[in-house]
């Protein structure tokens, strides 16, 4: 269970990392406007977050939302820790529980939706 969870996180990561870079290559040579980049982020974020809880509980037979429940919140601490880390403490904003909130239903979500995956 420990093995998939991680795994889960890597591939969770490994999509916002590359969906990031995207953005930034789009912010960089076009005129996207720096105050959308917000919002993106944040969708990258839910993204991120429901293919983890998807990658968690591919092939498992219930409790799926269990699954995208705890890989979430495990990837969302690590987030977390990791911005606090790169930002030196200045992460918490006005939106912080809003984004927390969307990114564990959407971990949830997806875990729910990886169980109707089979292999």
């Keep these: ?12 990561l ?11 290559f789009v ?4 005129s996207l406007p720096l105050e959308s ?8 974020m839910i993204l991120g977050m429901f293919v ?3 990658a968690s509980s591919v092939g498992m037979v219930n409790k799926g939302w ?3 429940l705890t890989t979430g919140i495990v990837l969302l601490l690590f987030v977390v820790i990791m911005g606090l880390f790169v930002s030196g403490g200045a992460i918490f904003q006005a939106g912080l ?4 909130l969307f990114s564990i239903l959407s971990a949830m979500a997806g875990g729910v939706a990886g169980v109707n995956i089979k292999i």
């Design 1 to 12: 269970m420990v093995m998939r969870t991680v795994k889960a996180m890597i591939t969770g």
């Design 14 to 24: 490994l999509v916002i990392i590359v969906l990031l870079a995207i953005l930034s």
């Design 27 to 30: 912010v960089v040579y076009t």
């Design 37 to 44: 980049c917000d919002s993106i982020i944040f969708l990258v």
């Design 52 to 54: 983890s809880g998807m």
């Design 66 to 68: 269990m699954r995208g």
């Design 97 to 100: 529980f809003k984004g927390f």
